[in-house]
């Protein structure tokens, strides 16, 4: 054989071993943390929150796999302040001087830090139970400051009637909550109207943070016939050590997150948490794909769910009616 188509055959045989190394590179697994194609765009979104709990972890699982199952190619970062308000504030500019395509925020006071900052930055929240009184928006149908989301009203009067028919006969409610949390003391505001117009007592107590839950919980516990507990980050972060006290005084505690009496309150009545962060997931799949914030409307995710806590039920000799539809913990 001559040498020249030697040549030509070792030239084509390396030619054909290259193009087939490529092709195989273009399957490549993409790198860890991103659900992006290798050819695709990824979109980088920050998660903040001020602090964690069971709730917001089920908010924040719930948005993050539904945005995944939408197709979209995501980067997710994840900041939690830890309770700390400067810490929070931080995270806000980090994210904004990172230039992400989104800012996802769990609850009230995320939601309001990224609002204040003015960014450019689409912000879509999960779980701001008064949207319009926090000053996140003005309008939910037509969303006006670069944030929109899901609101998680909280039924306080459902929580009320649920708590007479399973502890009838209370004379007193406590109220504890964090006076700095807006949504806290909106929800608060609710239920203090609801027990005027049925001419129920109640009496309440404030607190700065979580180191002060259990001396106000005590304290409160002593005026009152059971406890209620709006939806409060700090104090339920510190639930443990409401129920505690709340078991040694043998009087209920009812909740306003569905969570609350998986560490022990009696009861709640409340939205699925997992759920609220998918429906925020969906908003920003619309948002990253190319529609403005302003025309994805707030949505308010009506809570559905009835949680007994089967043991504190027991401890307390609280038999739930048979026409009482629940779900139980604690069994």
Known sequence: MRKDT?????????????????????????????????????????????????????????????????????????????GDATTLQTYVQNAVDEGVDLIATVATPATQAVVSAGTDIPNVFIAVSDPVGAQVLTSMDAPDKNSTGTQNPIPVEKIFTTAEALTPGIQTYGMLYTEAQPNSVSTCELAKEYLDGAGIKYVE????????????????????????????????????????????????????????????????????????????????????????????????????????????????????????EVEYVGE
């Open 205 to 324: 107590k404030t607190v700065s943070s979580s180191a002060d839950v259990q001396q106000a919980a005590q304290s409160l516990l002593s005026e009152c016939d059971a406890l209620f507990i709006p939806n409060d980050a700090t104090i339920q972060d510190a639930m443990p050590v409401v129920v505690e006290a709340a078991a040694a005084a043998k009087k209920p505690v009812y909740g306003s997150s569905a969570v609350m009496p998986a560490s022990g309150a009696l009861a709640s009545i409340a939205i699925s948490d997992t759920e609220i962060g998918a429906i925020s997931a969906d908003m920003a799949a619309e948002i990253l794909n190319g529609k403005a914030v302003s025309e994805v409307p707030a949505q308010a995710v009506e809570a559905t769910i009835t949680t007994v806590n089967k043991a504190t039920a027991d401890s307390l000799g609280v038999t739930v009616p048979a026409d009482m």
């Open 6 to 82: 030697v040549r030509r055959i070792l030239v084509c045989a390396m030619t054909i071993a290259m193009t087939a190394g490529f092709a195989g590179c273009s399957g490549q697994t993409p790198d860890s943390g991103s659900t992006a194609a290798p050819d695709g765009e990824v979109k980088k979104v920050a998660i903040i929150q001020q602090i964690d709990n069971g709730a917001f972890t089920d908010m924040r699982e719930g948005f993050k796999a539904r945005l995944i199952e939408s197709g979209v190619n995501v980067e997710f970062e994840e900041m939690n302040a830890q």
